[in-house]
T-cell receptor, first 112, second 114 residues
Framework: KNQVEQSPQSLIILEGKNCTLQCNYTVSPFSNLRWYKQDTGRGPVSLTIMTFSENTKSNGRYTATLDADTKQSSLHITASQLSDSASYICVVITTGANNLFFGTGTRLTVIP | GAGVSQSPSNKVTEKGKDVELRCDPISGHTALYWYRQRLGQGLEFLIYFQGNSAPDKSGLPSDRFSAERTGESVSTLTIQRTQQEDSAVYLC????????????FGSGTRLTVV
């Protein structure tokens, strides 16, 4: 069964600190994995896209890793800011049609 | 347009009424998806359109839900005889065909059934 699991479900950190969000998946066949940020009341916005051959990809303070062998990905946020407070959703894409599988997200709250 | 546009952004309706939600995808995007997101929960697939192919309706929760799309343009999601459990954010996403292309989401329509 194609599943995407994220942990933790929620996380509270102090401004300026780092954090790491986890995503484990059983989706097959794998095409690529994406991390999205969803602010309250808004649609998800893409942060990173990772294909099978990529292990690490950075986008500013966001760094995503992918281990296709263990089917795990992480999103590391460095020097967190209050504006990082949002839900972070892991999406795994298979080949073919209607091919998006969503995790339920990690709710991150950054406090001053 | 530059992004995926959804309207209305908010809709409050009385139980039993019909509602129609609209999605304008990015011009040229052949694939269009509708998702439902209940408060505090993940995205739930509803329906998928790809070009002129028959849509994948496997996610529609009941026959009160229907969606249409003309060619590769605007899509409308219709909910008939709304129920309180229909209250959610309805998100639309579009993409070019092929898994390597980006999927862009709209900001959603927040539906509240009272």
């Amino acid at each position: 069964k194609n599943q995407v699991e994220q942990s933790p479900q929620s996380l509270i950190i102090l401004e300026g600190k780092n954090c790491t969000l986890q995503c484990n998946y059983t989706v097959s066949p794998f095409s690529n994995l994406r991390w999205y940020k969803q602010d309250t009341g808004r649609g998800p916005v893409s942060l990173t896209i990772m294909t099978f051959s990529e292990n690490t990809k950075s986008n500013g303070r966001y760094t995503a890793t992918l281990d296709a062998d263990t089917k795990q990905s992480s999103l590391h946020i460095t020097a967190s800011q209050l504006s990082d407070s949002a839900s972070y959703i892991c999406v795994v894409i298979t080949t073919g049609a209607n091919n998006l599988f969503f995790g339920t997200g990690t709710r991150l709250t950054v406090i001053p | 347009g530059a992004g995926v546009s959804q309207s209305p952004s908010n809709k409050v309706t009385e139980k039993g009424k019909d509602v129609e939600l609209r999605c304008d995808p990015i011009s040229g995007h052949t694939a269009l998806y509708w998702y439902r997101q209940r408060l505090g929960q993940g995205l739930e697939f509803l329906i998928y359109f790809q070009g002129n192919s028959a849509p994948d309706k496997s996610g529609l929760p009941s026959d009160r839900f229907s969606a249409e799309r003309t060619g590769e343009s605007v899509s409308t999601l219709t909910i008939q005889r709304t129920q309180q459990e229909d209250s959610a954010v309805y998100l639309c996403a579009s993409s070019l065909w092929g898994a390597d292309y980006g999927y862009t989401f709209g900001s959603g329509t927040r539906l509240t059934v009272v």
